[in-house]
């Protein structure tokens, strides 16, 4: 009986000592890439639309996907800001 009390006591000290990831930690990863997003697949808003999903054209300029920190300025067509739809 004392071998499960451990086990139950550790499992629960291991999990209350795990800390989930902040979103401002995971900002810090990514960065929001204008102009390089398929139709319909775009992260959040545009400037005519606030829901994720909403881009009506590829590479839509207002439209922007999270990709890795460092990566937007590597893509084709890829911008830290928003263009005109």
């Given at each position: 009986?004392?071998?499960?009390?451990?086990?139950?006591?550790?499992?629960?000290?291991?999990?209350?000592?795990?800390?989930?990831?902040?979103?401002?930690?995971q900002d810090a990863?990514?960065?929001?890439?204008?102009?390089?997003?398929?139709?319909?697949?775009?992260?959040?808003?545009?400037?005519?639309?606030?829901?994720?999903?909403?881009?009506?054209?590829?590479?839509?300029?207002?439209?922007?996907?999270?990709?890795?920190?460092?990566?937007?300025?590597?893509?084709?067509?890829?911008?830290m800001t928003a263009?005109?739809?």
């Open positions: 009986m004392k071998t499960a009390a451990i086990l139950a006591a550790t499992a629960i000290a291991a999990a209350l000592s795990l800390q989930p990831l902040t979103a401002s930690a990863k990514t960065e929001k890439c204008y102009g390089v997003s398929k139709a319909g697949k775009n992260d959040c808003q545009t400037a005519t639309s606030s829901c994720a999903g909403s881009a009506k054209k590829d590479k839509q300029a207002d439209a922007w996907i999270a990709v890795p920190a460092g990566t937007c300025a590597k893509l084709f067509g890829g911008s263009g005109k739809a």
